[in-house]
């Protein structure tokens, strides 16, 4: 089989610029066909010779660069399928240039909805299944705002982020989930550029306000420590299980040092060893280890020896041995997770706290707990796993800064 490639200015063939398509001839067997390099240039400004444009033309540097880019690469495959006496076609040939150009038809045809739906497959794959519904949310959160149409990212400008945040004002969305939407559909984005699906040059994102949706500001989560210290006397039935252990998974949380549910509920005994918990944060993948609070080692002392408790290697009875796949531990979290919210919810309106309390709330109360008493805001990111006080000083925007206030008030 005889195969050569040359790059040729098709001057049979006016584009809309009046200039004429740069394309590369592929000769098989003395037949040949052309596929586009999607650049062109007029014939004052092309060298047939060496096949590229002159240094007269404006945009010679880029072009030449992706010429000899082609050139070389479709050299170095031809010569490695001739070693393996691999038979090529002139579509083999074809789709290897328009790869190499970003303009393979089935990249470009590459709509947001497919590819978001990729990258949720992609992540349940890899059991990453909080990513995997977070994409899920925004992806149906963008499917109503076009009502159900698609589009193609090359398709998409500045005016259709505008647009979609309008939407989601218009919804009263707060600013904590527009942000997880924009902020999701710019990593989908990103993803699409580094796979070549989007040209890298067509990203709206660089010319949209997005300071705002960084860090947003959330509402108020807090309670103090004296409204913590309600919800745990108050008086529940021995018998009712239930509630019982929706106190005590908020209780611990508090006392751990803001303890995430989902550590919570994937905590096993070989966790706890001479009084200290050593466990890895599952969002993060941060060890944390450190000295546990006496009422904490009260609670590992009732679950140690409860009846009917996990039979797993669980401290607490959330996850059993049938909960063996991560979409059934994740799903068995959340199921627990609901029930927990709604009795730390009614147990909170029994002793007049009005706040929606959550197992949430119990993170953002400790860290109050801290700044009340005066521990720095540097500590207590350390102890919650932040990587700057950014993110602190939204946990503690409940409260000011009451170390500097009472410092203030001292003085004057």
Known sequence: MSISTKVILRTNKVLTNGEYPIMLRITINRQSQFVTTKKS???EHWDHISGCTKKSHPDFKTINLLLKNITSKIDLYLLNAGEEETVVSFDDVKQFVLKLTNTDKDIKAKSLFSFFEAEIKRLKVEERLGYAET????????KRFTEGKDYAFVNMQLDFLKKFEAYLLGRNCAVTTRSVYFRTFRTVWRTAISDKI???KHYPFKDFAFSKYNNPRTKKRAITKAQIDKIAEVKIDAKDDALLNSRNYFLFSFYCRGLNFTDLASLKWGNVKDGELNYLRAKTKEEFQFKLHP???????YYRNLEGNSDAGY?????YKRHMTALSIRDRKKKILKRVNKDIKELAKSVGIEKNVTTYVARHSYATALRVNGISKEMIGQSLGHEDTKTTDIYLDDIGDPVMDDLINSII
Do not use: D, R, W
């Open 295 to 301: 009422i904490a080692l009260e609670m590992l002392t």
């Open 135 to 142: 994409y899920q949310s925004t992806l149906n959160c963008l």
């Open 198 to 200: 989007c040209p890298e």
């Open 41 to 43: 240039s007029s014939p």
């Open 315 to 319: 401290i607490f009875p959330i996850l």
